[in-house]
């Protein structure tokens, strides 16, 4: 229990986050990792369609920043999760969103990188185009 304490009283010093566009956002893309990284170019292109979207990147991924997630969840019209396994981190995203707002996963068993049209077919969802 001491350990858990310990975490707890230093989390938000201990977790890392990179916000990207996250002010005007309608829809955000939560990722880690490879994931992350391919989804900028579906951020943008779908920024170029008119979508408002941002990122939220997990540096850390434990612990997991529950508070920010709420906050988000309250105030977008989607979340997206690309994830390159089949959907670990989603699953705290919408326990966090706690039903706010829709949690949408694009998940990718590996063996190679998100396919950009597949997370930008999950924005424009999370955007109702």
Request: proline share 5%; net charge negative; with cysteine.
């Amino acid at each position: 229990q001491r350990l858990i304490d310990k975490i707890e009283k230093n989390k938000d010093d201990i977790i890392v986050l990179e916000e990207d566009r996250l002010d005007d956002a309608e829809v955000v893309i939560v990722s880690y990792g490879i994931a992350a990284r391919t989804a900028f170019w579906p951020m943008q292109m779908a920024r170029d369609e008119g979508i408002r979207v941002g990122m939220l990147r997990l540096v850390t991924v434990w612990p997991f920043p529950e508070e920010q997630i709420r906050d988000l969840a309250g105030r977008v019209n989607g979340i997206v999760v690309p994830e390159i396994n089949m959907g670990q981190i989603v699953r705290e995203v919408e326990r966090c969103a706690a039903g706010q707002t829709q949690v949408l996963s694009v998940p990718h068993p590996g063996g190679g990188i998100h396919d950009p049209q597949a997370v930008l077919g999950a924005i424009r969802k999370a955007a109702g185009r």
